[in-house]
């Protein structure tokens, strides 16, 4: 077995986070969600600690994956008041959310029969900001969107 320096791994560790942006105080809110409540900080660690060997991508060997989709889902069904015919699904966030949305999108146009687009094909509308997503740009185009940028 390789043995491991456990306080040198975390004060490298240490070291390395001393050059990111602050987590908490609010002045990173594109990217940290702070609540500002230390108890909940300490349940939110002790959560992640609990299923962090668990890997998403197959919830059929791991089925807490599954059932804290659906309850996950079923929250936000409940709270945009949605039927139960609205179906959705969790994933990581990056390209993996912008492939499903823009998956997403097409069928549902197709479903309809193909109508309400620009012509032939269904359109995606792209909010330009700062740095619009390429991804979502790139999946647009690969699966027929037209996709304009707007703003």
């Known amino acids: 077995m390789t043995s491991f320096d456990r306080d040198a791994i975390l004060s ?16 990173v809110l594109s990217y940290v969600y702070d609540s500002g409540i230390a108890e909940l900080d300490e349940l ?8 962090q060997p668990v890997n998403g991508l197959d919830p059929t060997t791991f089925t ?13 069904r409940e709270l945009l008041h949605g039927g139960d015919d609205v179906v959705g699904s969790v994933t ?9 949305a823009v998956k997403t999108a097409r069928e549902s146009w197709r479903a309809r029969g193909g109508s309400g687009g620009l012509g032939t094909r269904p359109v995606a509308l792209l909010l330009r900001c700062g740095r619009a997503r390429r ?8 699966n027929a969107l037209q996709a304009p940028l707007s703003g």
Do not use: I, K, N, Q
Not at 135 to 142: L, P
């Open 12 to 27: 490298r560790l240490a070291g390395l986070r001393a050059a990111d942006a602050p987590t908490h105080g609010g002045r």
């Open 44 to 51: 939110a660690a002790a959560a992640v600690r609990m299923v």
């Open 64 to 76: 807490s994956v599954a059932v804290m989709e659906r309850e996950v889902l079923g929250f936000a």
């Open 92 to 100: 990581s966030g990056g390209t993996e959310s912008c492939l499903l």
């Open 135 to 142: 991804a979502v740009r790139d999946v647009a185009r690969r």
